[in-house]
């Protein structure tokens, strides 16, 4: 079993950045894939960012290319996405979430095995 915690989450003004973090329980965390998703309220859950257990997969969403980074640090058992030029669209519950077979980056929420709580991202215009 995997637990996943996600923090850094807040309100920020439009334009601004956030860093979020999720740190994982367990030993096997640097063999994991990784991915970020969010969910805006009655919508499902759609991907966001994706890593591959030594990092040299990453996959993103259109809607967030250029402006958000995932990455990772193993020895931390801990996976960011730094969000930069946030818009109010961007609000919403981000989750993260691990992939047994990490040599990929899988973007399919079916493809996920442990899920985090979710954090709350608000981004004011």
């Known amino acids: 079993q995997v637990l996943l915690v996600e923090s850094g989450g807040g309100l920020v003004q439009a334009g601004g950045s956030l860093r979020l973090s999720c740190t994982a329980s367990?030993?096997?965390?640097?063999?994991?894939?990784m991915g970020w998703f969010r969910q805006f309220p009655g919508k499902e859950r759609e991907f966001v960012a994706a890593?591959?257990?030594?990092?040299?997969?990453?996959y993103y969403a259109d809607s967030v290319k250029g402006r958000f980074t995932i990455s990772r640090d193993n020895a931390k058992k801990t996976v960011y996405l730094q969000m930069n030029s946030l818009k109010p669209e961007d609000t919403a519950v981000y989750y993260c979430?691990?992939?047994?077979?990490?040599?990929?980056?899988?973007?399919?929420?079916?493809?996920?095995?442990?899920w985090g709580q979710g954090t709350q991202v608000t981004v004011s215009s």
């Open positions: 979430a691990a992939n047994h077979y990490g040599s990929t980056a899988p973007r399919a929420e079916s493809e996920y095995d442990y």
């Open positions: 367990g030993r096997s965390f640097s063999t994991y894939a």
């Open positions: 890593i591959s257990w030594s990092g040299g997969s990453l």
